[in-house]
């Protein structure tokens, strides 16, 4: 028996807390020592153990006196005098039983308060000291918070189990369940189980959650506690600037709906030359990296993402490109950031670099943006709402065709399938919508010379309205693997101005601008995206004409009926892009032709990889889904030229009015703007310009002061009323800024695992408060009833050998007083054991005995339920 409760405890009574000068009963304290005395050398003669625990005997409020009752007989009684609950809450064991919780409580909150949001420490270049120490001080903190939280979950358990026991009851393999928070072999051991199935499955299924805590605190405890390198939200970036940096240009201007030539915008002069290929603000200044992307072909597999540099930094911008299988009823699309917007923030980001490096130098900080320029490493990001920004969005659906579809096509008179238009989306515009109702004339595609590589984009005008739709179109040959063919591509390519996506830009070289959000193609547009129509003039900017050369050529043969020794390269820009797709057959007689590459076979019937995989209709032709039939298009090359056209075209509308400059605003009032020009970092104009319109002698005006040239006068026309009003009307990008360092809170897996631990503690503390602060504060102010918990383990276990023997639980094991096999166990670990006292003494003694009973136990004397006015040994 002993054996099996050694893990419970003894818990005297302590109960009717009255004043010993209220009572009517009068003997002496000396004699009430007196009788404690007697009864403890008796228990020692007897070999029993005293089962006076060692709080009650440094007890000096207690007090023994005689009464009589009716019957003459002399009882012993003991009246402890407590006192108000308030001073009894001033002693170091209350005071150690709200600290055990209150501690935990306390650190938890902490850890949670530095983790529901991102909280930087300090920066990542500074050293975590001369050495790890740091990091282990902190692995050690979280250590004590982990013994805090167990010491917690520990103390509510064995007070739930104390209650219990001196209450209705715990099942008896629950018994020593108080003392094993934590002990994960218990939770799997027979006891344990079976009280899983009786009347304390709730009591057995508080160890389990709190055994299950007890062993996740500690690893949640160094996720909360230990800092990670990230990046965190860095306050008071910008809070001296006077708003959002700006670009020096109108909305309409930096986002025009008509392109035309240099009467529409002045930047592209002269990039309709050879200069127009490097100078940034040309549409033909991204062919370089265009045509390196198609070099690829084979190796990239026209990847999704090309990159472009930027002529500022060292930042590359994205080109996203979106492609569907080539018989799906959808287009494919392209869009990336428009270079106003990476233009301004990158040269705020310089302009930054700039502070940083004058101050480095011992220069004043007075032109310091804010607390951007004091970080070490940061990057910028603009808000998701950027009224008046957008970025081109161009969709592109193609039809390719072989000389039998073309005659099929001539023979059914179906000219809309020449140009597929079905898939692409208006977004609700009007005037594209118009464009699309058109109808588009083949003959801009054929020309007379088979053996020329004709590639280009057009921009027909309409018949009944201005608006326009950009065509394109190519003119090839492919290789069937038996024969030289004809290849004729038709594109119809619908470009848009939409809203721009939120970008994140760094100064870093190892980083891409970053676009923080998608485009929702296909669902119905809120009308914020306007189409955009392009006419011929801005065309001769993107596709530049260039010097016509030729190829040396063995005799042609085949379908094309050609004898004809060279091969003529483009002569336009695009169709130079095309140049790298193209690829050399040797046919069955021995002669070498030029063909298209992803659309063409060996001699062997092996296909070039275009690196597409479509399947059956890699290769083969697959029927033209407009107007049916067994001949058309070649998926290959329906995929090669969606992408290509709408790389080449969205690249170009990328650049459109990126010549303007970009400001900071600094600081105005009536009379003065003051603004930092972005794009001038170095010489004298470098700094703030000054413009004040107050007039004096040597400026009726008013005049500007710009950086280190001097004060200037300001024309007649430049009012403060017009530059206001283009800065009202320039696009703005306002930004939040973020810095790289240590710091706790960033969302993960992990945290979140960490957080619910933290949660499900503060649950389980919650609980068990509302549990017990509402009797606590009942009994303020008044003497009151109370139960005194035992001290520990050992005095449950003198209890328990105090005793009188449970016989019956003999009779339940079968006669065996051994127990310990998982078969006996299952009959006896879900009885109910409680802590009872004798219904009299019957010994001679005092006080009637507390004992540990099992139910259905036949202790030779009888048990009742611990009650009010009665002191208990």
Same mark, same amino acid.
């Given at each position: 028996m002993i054996a099996m409760l050694t893990n419970t405890a003894y818990h005297p009574v302590e109960l009717d807390a009255r004043n010993p000068s209220e009572s009517d009963l009068g003997d002496s304290v000396e004699s009430d020592r007196a009788h404690l005395l007697e009864s403890h050398v008796a228990t020692v003669d007897s070999h029993q153990p005293d089962p006076?625990?060692? /709080?009650?005997? =440094?007890?000096?409020?207690?007090?023994?006196?005689?009464?009589?009752?009716?019957?003459?007989?002399?009882?012993?009684?003991?009246? #402890?005098?407590?006192?108000?609950?308030?001073?009894?809450?001033?002693?170091?064991?209350?005071?150690?039983?709200?600290l055990v919780h209150l501690l935990p409580l306390t650190a938890t909150a902490s850890l949670i308060a530095i983790n529901v949001q991102p909280v930087f420490w300090f920066e990542y270049d500074i050293k975590l000291g001369s050495s790890p120490d740091m990091l282990y001080m902190l692995q050690f903190v979280a250590k004590v918070h982990e013994l805090l939280v167990v010491g917690s979950l520990a103390a509510i358990t064995l007070k739930v189990y104390k209650r219990s026991l001196v209450g209705s009851g715990l099942p008896l393999g629950l018994v020593t369940g108080g003392y094993r928070v934590g002990d994960i072999p218990y939770i799997v051991s027979s006891p344990y189980l079976k009280a899983l199935? &009786?009347?304390?499955?709730?009591?057995?299924? *508080?160890?389990?959650?709190?055994?299950?805590?007890?062993?996740?605190?500690?690893?949640?405890s160094a996720i909360l506690l230990i800092p990670t390198d990230d990046w965190f939200p860095l306050l008071g970036a910008f809070d001296k600037l006077d708003g959002p940096i700006f670009y020096a240009s109108t909305s309409n201007e930096t986002y025009p709906r008509v392109l035309g030539g240099e009467d529409t915008d002045p930047h592209l002069v002269g990039c309709d030359t050879a200069a127009g290929l490097v100078a940034y603000h040309c549409p033909s200044a991204g062919h370089p990296?265009?045509?390196?992307?198609?070099?690829?072909?084979?190796?990239?597999?026209?990847?999704?993402?090309?990159?472009?540099?930027?002529?500022?930094?060292?930042?590359? !911008?994205?080109?996203?490109?979106?492609?569907?299988?080539?018989?799906?009823?959808? =287009?494919?699309? @392209?869009?990336?950031?428009?270079?106003?917007?990476?233009?301004?923030?990158?040269?705020?980001?310089?302009?930054?670099?700039?502070?940083?490096?004058?101050?480095?130098?011992?220069?004043?900080? @007075?032109?310091?943006?804010?607390?951007?320029?004091?970080?070490?490493?940061?990057?910028?990001?603009?808000?998701?709402?950027?009224?008046?920004?957008?970025?081109?969005?161009?969709?592109t659906k193609c039809s390719a065709f072989n000389a039998t579809g073309l005659a099929?096509?001539?023979? %059914?008179?179906?000219?809309?399938?020449?140009?597929?238009?079905?898939?692409?989306?208006?977004? &609700?515009?009007?005037?594209?919508?118009?464009?699309?109702?058109?109808?588009?004339?083949?003959?801009?595609?054929?020309?007379?010379?088979?053996?020329?590589?004709?590639?280009?984009?057009?921009?027909?005008?309409?018949?009944?309205?201005? +608006?326009? /739709? *950009?065509?394109? +179109?190519?003119?090839?040959?492919?290789?069937?693997?038996?024969?030289?063919?004809?290849? #004729?591509?038709?594109?119809? *390519?619908? @470009?848009?101005?939409?809203? +721009?996506?939120?970008?994140?830009v760094s100064l870093n070289a190892s980083e891409f601008v970053q676009e923080l959000s998608e485009y929702e193609f296909y669902p119905t547009n809120d009308g914020s995206a306007k189409m955009i129509q392009i006419s011929s003039a801005w065309l001769s900017y993107l596709d530049l004409r260039l010097n016509a050369t030729t190829t040396p050529q063995k005799n042609v043969s085949g379908s094309l009926n050609s004898t004809s020794s060279t091969i003529t390269e483009p002569t336009s820009a695009i169709g130079r892009l095309l140049w790298p =797709?193209?690829?050399?057959?040797?046919?069955?007689?021995? %002669?070498?032709?030029?063909v298209f590459g992803p659309g063409s076979k060996t001699a062997g019937g092996t296909g070039l990889d275009f690196g597409i995989d479509f399947g059956a209709a890699w290769y083969d032709e697959v029927p033209n889904p407009v107007l049916g039939g067994a001949d058309g298009m070649t998926a290959s090359s329906i995929a090669f030229f969606e992408k290509f056209f709408s790389v080449v075209v969205v690249d170009g509308l990328a650049r459109v009015a990126s010549g303007y400059e970009s400001w900071a605003p600094i600081s105005s009032n009536e009379t003065t703007i003051v603004a930092a020009n972005l794009g001038v970092q170095q010489g004298p104009a470098a700094g703030n310009w000054v413009y004040d319109w107050r007039p004096n002698a040597n400026f009726p005006n008013g005049s500007v002061t710009i950086g280190g040239v001097g004060t200037l006068p300001l024309s007649a026309n430049m009012t403060q009323e017009w530059l206001r009003r283009r800065m009202d009307d320039a696009p703005k990008f306002p930004l939040e800024a973020e810095r790289y360092g240590y710091g706790s809170g960033q969302p993960s897996d992990s945290m979140k695992f960490a957080l619910a631990v933290m949660y499900m503690y503060l649950a389980v503390l919650g609980v068990y408060l509302?549990?017990?602060?509402?009797?606590?504060?009942?009994?303020?102010?008044?003497?009151?009833?109370?139960?005194?918990?035992?001290?520990?383990?050992?005095?449950?276990? #003198?209890? @328990?050998?105090?005793?009188?023997?449970?016989? &019956?639980? %003999? !009779?339940? #094991?079968g006669g065996a007083v051994t127990i310990g096999s998982w078969h006996q166990g299952k009959r006896i670990w879900n009885l109910p054991t409680a802590i009872r006292a004798e219904e009299e003494s019957t010994d001679g003694r005092r006080r009637p005995r507390v004992q540990l009973v099992v139910k259905g136990s036949d202790s030779n004397a009888a048990t009742k339920v611990l009650v009010n006015n009665v002191r208990y040994s």
């Open positions: 006076t625990p060692v /709080a009650e005997k =440094a007890n000096t409020n207690v007090q023994t006196v005689e009464a009589s009752d009716g019957n003459n007989r002399r009882d012993g009684v003991e009246i #402890v005098v407590l006192g108000p609950l308030w001073k009894r809450l001033l002693t170091w064991k209350a005071a150690s039983t709200v199935t &009786g009347s304390g499955c709730l009591l057995a299924l *508080l160890l389990l959650l709190n055994t299950i805590l007890a062993t996740l605190i500690g690893p949640a990296e265009i045509y390196n992307w198609v070099s690829r072909w084979q190796l990239s597999q026209m990847s999704d993402v090309l990159t472009v540099a930027n002529p500022i930094a060292a930042t590359r !911008r994205r080109i996203k490109i979106n492609t569907p299988w080539p018989l799906l009823p959808y =287009a494919t699309f @392209a869009t990336t950031v428009s270079m106003p917007t990476l233009l301004t923030i990158t040269r705020f980001l310089n302009h930054i670099n700039a502070i940083q490096t004058n101050t480095d130098r011992g220069k004043s900080k @007075a032109h310091s943006v804010g607390a951007v320029s004091d970080a070490m490493s940061y990057r910028v990001q603009t808000l998701p709402d950027l009224p008046g920004v957008f970025q081109p969005f161009v969709q099929n096509i001539a023979k %059914s008179n179906a000219t809309r399938g020449w140009f597929p238009t079905h898939t692409l989306s208006c977004f &609700g515009d009007t005037d594209c919508e118009s464009a699309l109702s058109e109808t588009f004339n083949y003959t801009l595609v054929l020309s007379g010379d088979p053996n020329t590589i004709e590639v280009g984009l057009y921009a027909p005008r309409q018949t009944r309205n201005e +608006a326009r /739709a *950009l065509l394109g +179109a190519a003119n090839l040959l492919y290789f069937d693997g038996k024969e030289v063919r004809r290849l #004729v591509v038709s594109c119809t *390519l619908m @470009a848009h101005w939409i809203p +721009a996506f939120p970008v994140r =797709a193209m690829r050399d057959v040797v046919l069955a007689n021995g %002669s070498t032709v030029t509302l549990w017990v602060v509402p009797s606590f504060l009942l009994r303020m102010g008044r003497q009151a009833k109370i139960v005194a918990p035992w001290e520990d383990l050992q005095d449950l276990l #003198v209890l @328990a050998w105090n005793s009188e023997p449970n016989v &019956g639980l %003999s !009779r339940e #094991v």
